[in-house]
């Protein structure tokens, strides 16, 4: 990863990042850290987030800190839990990133009775930002970044507000994947319609919200499905980046003085780029905020 651009907005700022544990999430920890950055990653498995956090701290060569607070993205009840520990223990939140994300080739419920994809990659951020939002506000010039994907191109019908459970979806039998590749992409397109409300609700506050496109990078997504996906994500390889260029844009939002956010707070490349028609759809965003507090138990 380049380092010349170290602009220091992360210095000695607390950072919340979930999915730190693995690929993207965990190169820009462990960069971020190196930046002088403090952090509190959430993870779901504690023998991960320990050896996580041990090569954080290893990454920034100094004292840094690295707390771990544990959290299942899929249960609510888990992420209320981890936002309380995060509260109680930090007076001071400036950056928020919602990394965490997967994909699953079956369709499959959570606990609180919400497709899975839908409850990890966009439920999940929703609640976890939510929670911690009043103290992100306190600090003034804080950020808000979402990790996205150019897949939200795959739901070229925008979010399929009749089928929230994705029931239609997964029997969609038109891809290697049938539709757990769709449900992934309107999970991802999800990501940045959130964002670009959150960015609408907090214009005057000083906090920023924005997503990033890390590129197609190699990592441990999609490893949990079978012979089939594994053998793809292996081919894809090729073509892949590393982890550490997936995440360069992840620790330029997060570290560079001023973000200039326009035409929809989505970047790739350290750039704003223009996402999809649905993406910057604002009467579908105002919907889905709506729908998605309905769905918070
Ligand atoms: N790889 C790509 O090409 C690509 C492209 C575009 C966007 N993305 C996005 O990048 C983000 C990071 O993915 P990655 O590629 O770095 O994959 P990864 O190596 O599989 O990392 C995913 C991270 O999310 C965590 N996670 C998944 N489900 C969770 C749950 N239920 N509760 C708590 N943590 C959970 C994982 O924790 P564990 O270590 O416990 O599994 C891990 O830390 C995702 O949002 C993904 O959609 C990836």
């Known amino acids: 990863m380049e380092r010349i651009d170290a602009n220091g907005f992360v210095r000695g700022k607390y950072v919340i990042m979930t999915g730190a544990t693995s690929g993207i999430g965990l190169a820009a920890a462990k960069e971020l850290a190196f930046r002088g950055a403090n952090l509190g990653i959430v993870a779901r498995n504690e023998a991960k987030a320990k050896e996580a956090a041990a090569r954080i701290k290893a990454a920034a060569g100094s004292s840094a800190t690295v707390d771990i607070f544990m959290a299942d993205m899929a249960s609510q009840q888990s992420i209320r839990k981890a936002a309380a520990d995060i509260l109680e223990r930090w007076p001071q939140i400036h ?159 997060a570290d560079e003085e001023k973000i200039t956010v326009s035409d929809g707070s989505y970047f790739k490349d350290r750039q704003s780029v223009k996402p999809s028609g649905h993406a910057l759809d604002q009467d579908a965003a105002g919907r889905l905020w709506e729908i998605s507090e309905k769905q918070l138990r």
């Not at 409850?119 to 996205?148: M, Q, S, W, Y």
Request: proline share 3%.
């Open 95 to 253: 950056i928020l990133v919602n990394n965490a994300g997967a994909m699953f080739i079956e369709r499959r419920l959570t606990a609180d009775d919400i497709e899975m994809t839908w409850a990890v990659n966009h439920l999940a951020p929703f609640l976890l930002t939510n929670l911690l939002l009043d103290r992100l506000k306190e600090c003034g010039r804080g950020r808000i970044i979402t990790t996205a994907s150019h897949g939200h191109r795959m739901a070229g019908k925008g979010i399929r507000f009749d089928d929230l459970g994705a029931e239609k979806l997964y029997r969609f039998p038109g891809n290697v994947l049938g539709g757990a590749n769709l449900r992934y992409g309107e999970t991802k397109l999800a990501n940045i319609m959130f964002t670009n409300e959150l960015g609408r609700k907090l214009e005057g506050t000083g906090l920023t919200a924005a997503c990033f496109d890390p590129g197609l990078v190699s990592t441990n997504f999609n490893q949990d499905n079978g012979r089939l996906a594994r053998m793809t994500m292996a081919v894809m390889k090729w073509f892949s980046r590393s982890p550490e260029k997936g995440a360069e844009t992840l620790v330029w939002l």
